[in-house]
């Protein structure tokens, strides 16, 4: 599956023009949760580095793990937040609109996690498929009605679904497809399956936003990509495709939405395109003396980290965390906080409940342990719901309760 490792290749242009820029050491993979007798057996750990191409600036993970190591079974259920939850309902809406998709048209999501991202374009009246390789997650979205293939998405796959589906108008990935080693057979798959009027539409963690975030918590091994929109203009080309419009989203992470046609097809391009490929450049987006400044800062906050958690445990206060996001894990594996700091992780997907997490080994628990608890810090690691989450916990911050913010500096609030 994975087309090139070699630690020189760039995934994207090919070329042997990557520079690592940021080395988070070896970690744990950051969904693999791992229950009580697991603890006992060895787990494997794997080098997070990070490379920037400077033939194609695309950003990606030095060395990708099997996908097989990670997507088999999968903890992260979209519709447990409820911020989430209703954004993709919100990007269906957006997407129906905006290619006019009628009755008969094929909505094909990848990655499509427990179907809630089909669930709002069903409620349109279009076909929908999704393509999920996490048997636990076909199961919850096939109960929820959401016809889906289970397996990983390749041209193999591509070409067996078109015959028996027919061509999709529109095909959708969120944040999996930063998930993708293998791009060159995933995009000829897309070519495979796309009707000459369809479009691609895609939604990640735009890498702007990330590094104004300071997000180092974002690098993790299922993150093989961290995309700007430059890569990906390099990328579709190669396959006969171009970027139509692109949509800046102050949700989740930050998100960027790309849309994407054949070449051929008739869909104007917008000029929010060129727009952002200029405001990228200015960001020093395509210079690796950008990325070594980012590096730099994220090492600075690491110690911070470390420094605020040790500094409260020793004056004698209870730390517990909330959220068991895989990024989470990146943030405990690199800063080294384990079950002697952290009490407890609260999380309400009951999938992590009961569980311990990868590398630190903290236990996972209810969230209403954390009035019981009532520890005197919350470290939140889901911090992009942030907002969500303090709406939630009204009653512990009444009870005295904080909040340490991780990222991008750490603060108590
Ligand atoms: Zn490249």
Redesign the pocket.
Same mark, same amino acid.
């Given at each position: 599956m994975i087309q090139s490792n070699r630690l020189d290749e760039?995934?994207?242009?090919?070329?042997k /023009?990557?520079r690592k820029f940021l080395s988070l050491g070896k970690t744990a993979l950051a969904n693999n949760f791992l229950t009580r007798e697991q603890l006992k057996r060895h787990e494997p750990v794997y080098p997070l580095e990070v490379g920037y191409? /400077?033939?194609?600036?695309?950003v990606?993970l030095w060395k990708p793990v099997p996908p097989k190591a990670m997507f088999d079974r999968y903890l992260y259920v979209s519709s447990t937040s409820s911020t989430l939850s209703r954004h993709l309902t919100s990007v269906a809406d957006a997407v129906v609109q905006k290619l006019g998709l009628t009755d008969g048209d094929l909505v094909v999501d990848i990655g499509s996690n427990d179907g809630c991202l089909l669930r709002g374009f069903k409620a349109h009246g279009v076909h929908v498929l999704g393509v999920e390789p996490a048997r636990n997650l076909v199961g919850l979205a096939r109960r929820a009605g959401v016809a889906t293939y289970n397996g990983y998405f390749s041209l193999a796959t591509a070409k067996r679904l078109r015959r028996r589906y027919g061509p999709a108008m529109a095909v959708t990935a969120t944040n999996s497809f930063l998930h993708i080693p293998d791009l060159d057979d995933y995009l000829a798959g897309l070519d495979a399956w796309m009707a000459p009027e369809g479009v691609f539409v895609i939604e990640f963690h735009y890498l702007a936003d990330l590094m104004k975030q300071g997000a180092f918590d974002t690098v993790y091994h299922e993150h093989v990509s961290y995309y700007s929109l430059h890569?990906l203009i390099?990328l579709f080309d190669r396959f006969g495709m171009e970027v139509m419009d692109v949509k800046r989203l102050p949700v989740h992470h930050g998100q960027l939405r790309v849309y994407v046609k054949r070449k051929t097809g008739s869909r104007p391009v917008a000029d929010s395109v060129a727009q952002l490929l200029d405001a990228e450049t200015r960001l020093g987006l395509g210079r690796y003396a950008t990325y070594a400044v980012f590096a730099r800062n994220v090492f600075h906050n690491i110690r911070k980290i470390q420094r605020t958690l040790l500094g409260l445990k020793r004056s004698g206060a209870s730390i517990a965390g909330y959220g068991a996001p895989a990024k989470g894990n990146t943030l405990l594996n690199v800063c080294r906080i384990g079950p002697d700091v952290l009490d407890f992780i609260a999380d309400k997907s009951r999938l992590k409940q009961g569980l311990f997490t990868p590398g630190q080994h903290i236990p996972v628990v209810p969230a209403e342990k954390i009035l019981q608890a009532q520890p005197d810090y919350l470290l939140l690691l889901a911090w992009n719901f942030a907002e969500e989450i303090m709406q939630e916990q009204g009653e512990y911050i009444r009870r005295g309760g904080k909040f340490i913010v991780p990222v991008p500096r750490v603060r108590i609030i």
């Open positions: 760039c995934r994207v242009c090919h070329r /023009r990557v191409c /400077r033939g194609c600036r695309y990606q890569p390099f």
